[in-house]
């Protein structure tokens, strides 16, 4: 006889400060458990009590909703059961939509949100809506980040009938984390989406303004007495590409086809019950999809966010940002693209180039192989999560042909480890946390062609953050350090880089010193807010040292300087006849130097507003005054920036529509020296019914500037520094396609035509980068002092006039074409099992006409020679 121990619904009301939690309770299973199918007729949910207690976040915030939810929760040793029940009056009018997996959509759903450790900062979320389609995601910091690349192998079920819809789902414990005890207790939330009303109904409630999110879910308790789990997940894979590419005659490496097979393979471990090893040998990437192009005329690197699934997932305990985040640590985000880890460093392009005779052929190494990789992550009780990364690189050795035909190895990328270690403790309820973290990159330079790297790079810091008086105020604070090694040449280099330019004559402050074999610095911020009510406030100042370096293992663009920012804003949260929310924003910024060299002042007013009907626009214009800029004739003299107007202006239509669209214009205008610049974007997103979705998005920018620099020469004992008047525009266009044929197969389509262009009209000396007068500062190179034939030919410059060539540099005008596409079939045949089909396509092309004729330039990318990759990948997942 079946045998279910069903214990009471609990429900206690949250205390006046919002501490005290609200309750639901789970039944064990003591006979079969459910079988997941949707229709909730198990024998387990007759004696599960439901939970039925909520309220509205939108659109009328605290109000009842309009129609009735039930969710109820059961368990046995191995898995986690949960049954929802939305009612609904009209059942013809749930929407459901089908999708790949993790994609948003406009749809009824259902969410789960589980906080398993119960340290009220990280939970797992689990959405689905009445078609089937799933998003599940890893929050953490409190609400303030998500990751989608979190992907739990588990069961579901969804169901329309004539009293609304359900879905029953299948949740092994050994998909989340918890300590072992007798007794647990979870943090959950549920919440209903309805669509059509736009309404969002949760348990617990919560009002939108307010700090947090994790730290405020209800309580999951009754689950007792659950074994120790076994945690291990075993994914191995095969894979095999075919790569077409134009063929180059006499170049051994570029013979127009080539294949390549690999194997590797993906281990999850659970150490303990709250601790677990990810390990991963040889991985493939092929299903990854390619970064967009750009063409980057500034002296700092750009930067790519991470796509690979083992450097993504489960990584958010490894960030540690520069810069507090927009709204801070505690209020929006670790601190942006700065940080101390930068994942996309390890496999990355080899940093040598490898040497040979004019005439000669070298293989192009893209990437450096990872041999393996492993990180441990979780918790070890008390508020501590902890974690350890690390990776291998492997020393990459590049095929040579010479002039003669003689073949050789050259090495382009040295054997190298990488390390992460954090620690981080989160108290009060999650309203108090703090860490520390320590990086190393080691590498084996037994090579002289690695002679300019590091030999070893380490960073490390402390940071935490808080709220408190009652969750209106949060702080949050940063203290970190670095130290790199290496031969003098290396060392020297470091020094001279875009980030710092020791190099420069006019500054005191940083001392060029080219026997150095090592390098330290230091940096930290520190923010105060206010940050719910009508008025709230942020005040933030951070510093870098000239001597402060992480780019081996972190992203830095900038040191040497202090920053200081300080933002008020007034905000209008309650639906009135016209807005849903309105807000007004007034902001003011300064940067110096360690010299004290202001190199950035400015002062912002914006305003933003969400209609009634869900559109939303925004606006702003922005007062930047002369400033220095210390880099802009790099490694030169600072050069007084001319005072600028930038305005901008941005809108959305209502998103969940089948049909919706945004754009964006902005301009800056400098006055003094009379450029200016545009750029504007905007996109449509088509969701008609069915299975098929598409987004077009597109951008465009242009406009001069007689500042851009070209190249710096030295001629005897002085420098001259060529700045140039460009004319440049930019456009791109970037589509995606969509078609979910089931829950578990999907076809991903992504194109981006890409062209950029660039023509010099005037050349220009740097003379007196301070003077008073703007025209004082710039020499224009006139027909009697340069020769500028176009095309492939050099520029020459005769500085004074005597008739002698003083130095030559190549012509800078350009036109860059490329389009990059990617398709993946994605099949998941079994539970955590896919199979990958990919086609990649990437073309590009450069050029010195520097035609600004853009629609011919767009059409050509489709023309352009480029390269095809046709890959086929297999992972099949072992659960022991």
């Known amino acids: 006889m079946r045998f279910i121990a069903a214990l009471s619904l609990g429900l206690t009301c949250a205390s006046a400060t919002g501490l005290a939690a609200q309750e639901a309770r789970a039944v064990r299973v003591n006979g079969d458990a459910p079988v997941i199918d949707g229709r909730l007729g198990d024998i387990a949910w007759r004696y599960a009590p439901p939970l039925t207690e909520f309220l509205q976040r939108d659109p009328v915030e605290g109000a009842a909703p309009s129609e009735s939810t039930e969710v109820r929760f059961a368990y046995t040793d191995r898995d986690l059961y949960v049954a929802f029940r939305g009612f609904d009056r009209d059942p013809d009018r749930v929407y459901g939509r089908l999708v790949r997996r993790d ?42 980040g998500r990751d989608d690349s979190w992907d739990p192998v588990f069961d579901w079920a969804t169901r329309t009938d004539s009293l609304g819809w359900t879905v029953e789902l299948r949740i092994p414990f050994s998909q989340l984390r918890f300590s072992q005890r007798d007794s647990l207790v979870f943090g959950v939330r549920v919440r209903r989406s309805i669509n059509r009303r736009n309404e969002e109904v949760n348990w617990p409630f919560f009002p939108r303004d307010q700090a947090g999110e994790v730290s405020r879910y209800g309580q999951l308790v009754g689950l007792t007495d659950l074994p120790a789990t076994r945690r291990v997940e075993l994914l191995p894979y095969s894979a095999g590409n075919t790569i077409l590419e134009p063929e180059e005659e006499g170049n051994p490496f570029a013979t127009g086809q080539r294949s390549t097979f690999r194997a590797g393979a993906d281990l999850k471990l659970g ?29 700092f690197e750009t930067f790519f966010p991470e796509k690979r699934p083992f450097f993504v997932e489960g990584t958010n305990l490894f960030q540690f940002g520069l810069a507090p985040g927009e709204r801070g640590r505690f209020g929006f985000s670790r601190g942006g693209q700065e940080g101390l880890v930068y994942t996309r460093r390890i496999g990355r392009s080899p940093q040598v180039s490898p040497d040979g005779d004019q005439g000669g052929y070298a293989e192009d190494l893209v990437e450096t192989t990872i041999l393996s990789a492993a990180k441990v992550s979780g918790q070890i009780g008390r508020g501590w999560s902890v974690g350890l990364a690390q990776a291998v690189t492997a020393k990459e050795l590049a095929q040579t042909v010479d002039s003669a035909g003689v073949e050789g190895r050259a090495p382009v990328e040295p054997l190298t480890s990488y390390t992460v270690v954090r620690a981080e403790r989160a108290l009060r309820q999650g309203r108090l946390a703090y860490g520390a973290i320590a990086t190393a990159t080691v590498r084996r330079l037994n ?98 040292s000239p001597g402060f370096e992480t780019n081996d293992l972190g992203f830095l663009r900038r040191v040497d300087l202090h920053e200081q920012r300080a933002e008020v804003e007034f905000r209008w949260l309650e639906p009135g006849q016209v807005f849903r929310r309105f807000e007004v924003r007034l902001e003011q910024q300064a940067e110096f130097t360690y010299g004290w060299e202001r190199t950035g002042t400015s002062i912002e007013t914006s305003v933003s507003a969400d209609f009634l009907n869900y559109w939303s626009l925004d606006a702003g214009v922005e007062r930047r005054f002369s400033s220095l800029s210390n880099r802009l004739l790099r490694g030169g003299p600072a050069f007084q920036e001319p005072a600028s107007w930038d305005l901008r202006v941005g809108g959305r239509t209502d998103f969940r529509r089948p049909v919706s669209a945004n754009f964006r214009v902005s301009t800056t205008v400098e006055t003094v020296s009379g450029a200016r610049r545009w750029s504007g974007g905007g996109g449509v997103r088509l969701r008609p019914p069915g299975r098929f979705s598409m987004s077009l998005e597109g951008r465009a920018s242009w406009g001069t500037t007689d500042r851009q620099y070209v190249t710096q020469e030295t001629v005897g004992d002085s420098t001259y520094y060529v700045l140039g008047e460009i004319d440049r525009r930019e456009i791109s266009l970037t589509l995606r396609a969509d078609f979910a044929i089931t829950p578990r197969l999907s076809l991903e389509f992504y194109a981006q035509p890409f062209v950029s262009a660039g023509r010099y009209q005037t050349l220009n000396l740097a003379a007196d980068p301070r003077a008073d007068l703007y025209n004082d500062r710039l020499d224009p190179l006139a027909p009697d002092r340069m020769n500028r034939p176009g095309g492939d030919e050099s520029v020459e410059v005769d500085v004074d006039r005597d008739g002698t060539v003083d130095f030559t540099f190549s012509e800078p005008d350009f036109r860059v074409v490329s389009l990059r596409t990617n398709a993946v079939l994605r099949w998941e045949f079994l539970p955590g099992s896919t199979l990958f089909v990919v086609w990649q396509q990437d073309r590009r092309d450069r050029v010195r006409n520097g035609s600004l004729d853009l629609t011919d330039a767009l059409s050509d990318t489709f023309q352009t020679p480029g390269m095809h990759v046709l890959a086929v990948k297999v992972a099949y997942w072992f659960g022991l």
């Open 447 to 544: 090579d002289p062609a690695f002679g300019e790297l590091h030999s070893r790079a380490y960073s490390g810091g402390m940071d935490g953050g808080g709220r408190f008086g009652g969750d209106r105020y949060e702080y949050d604070f940063a203290f970190m350090g670095s130290r790199v090694e290496g031969s003098p040449d290396a060392i020297l280099r470091t020094q001279r880089q875009s980030a710092r330019y020791f190099q420069r004559p006019d500054q005191t402050h940083s001392v060029l010193d080219s026997t150095r074999t090592s390098l330290s610095g230091f940096a930290g911020y520190l923010r105060f807010a206010k940050v719910t009510g009508f008025l709230t406030w942020d005040l933030r100042y951070g510093t870098r």
């Open 271 to 299: 150490l303990t019950s709250g601790l677990t090893l990810d390990l991963t040998a040889n991985p493939d990437f092929g299903q990854v999809e390619a970064d967009a192009a750009v063409v980057n005329l500034s002296a």
């Open 103 to 144: 994609q948003r959509t406009s749809a009824d759903y259902f969410s789960l949100f589980i906080d398993s450790y119960y340290d009220q900062r990280t939970a797992f979320e689990f959405s689905i809506n009445p078609s089937g389609a799933r998003r599940d995601v890893l929050i953490y910091d409190d609400g303030i």
